[in-house]
């Protein structure tokens, strides 16, 4: 089993409409979770980051986090053509360990 | 200018070449890193550097080598280039204080043929 697993998708949306992105881990000991953005041919950027159970707000992006179930999402509301990206998860446990990416792609 | 640099930002090899790739960072941070990214594999973890004196394996720092010259530069070689290297070659730093917002140069699109 891969440490941080995620969809590779690629997930298509509407615009507007609300894209989930999924991720699981598999060590309890890891303590806090990143959400990168990575366009087409770009680096990876920093959108979110969690580090308790619950939801993590910002702008039109949630994270949410349950512990118990070694899951983390993203939630991207009134997703816009400019969302269209790979959206990587990373898990820290003791250095960022990377998920495979989940490419998003927003249908205008 | 960018605050994280590589070089070159594209190589074309032959199988058995040694190569370097080199990183420069101007945002003052301690923390270096070197990944690499294949398709349908994300971000795989080569080596980083805490300080000038401490180097770390990552997950698959087998034919790889790095060297931190300063706080600011930290190079990735290839001592014997093999096909399966083929990938984008990422550079990131981060703050001692804030380790995992990592802010990553441009990439380094290597191909060994």
């Known amino acids: 089993q891969k440490e941080v697993e995620q969809n590779s998708g690629p997930l298509s949306v509407p615009e507007g409409a609300i894209a989930s992105l999924n991720c699981t881990y598999s060590d309890r000991g890891s303590q806090s979770f990143f959400w990168y953005r990575q366009y087409s041919g770009k680096s990876p950027e920093l959108i979110m980051f969690i580090y308790s159970n619950g939801d993590k707000e910002d702008g039109r992006f949630t994270a949410q986090l349950n512990k118990a179930s070694q899951y983390v999402s993203l939630l991207i509301r009134d997703s816009q053509p400019s969302d269209s990206a790979t959206y990587l998860c990373?898990?820290?446990?003791?250095?960022?360990?990377f998920g495979q990416g989940t490419e998003l792609s927003v249908k205008p | 200018d960018a605050d994280v640099t590589q070089t070159p930002r594209n190589r074309i090899t032959k199988t058995g070449k040694r190569i370097m790739l080199e990183c420069s960072q101007t945002?003052?941070?301690?923390?270096m890193y070197w990944y690499r990214q294949d398709p349908g594999l994300g971000l795989r973890l080569i080596y980083y550097?805490?300080?000038?004196?401490?180097?770390n394996k990552g997950e698959i720092s087998d034919g790889y080598s790095v060297s931190r010259q300063a706080q600011a530069k930290f190079s990735l070689s290839l001592e014997s280039a093999i096909p399966n290297q083929t990938a984008l070659y990422f550079c990131?730093?981060?703050?001692?204080?804030?380790?995992?917002?990592?802010?990553f140069g441009p990439g380094t699109r290597l191909t060994v043929t």
């Open positions: 990373a898990v820290n446990i003791g250095k960022l360990i």
């Open positions: 990131a730093t981060s703050d001692w204080d804030n380790s995992y917002e990592q802010y």
């Open positions: 945002k003052g941070h301690d923390r």
């Open positions: 550097s805490f300080d000038v004196k401490d180097i």
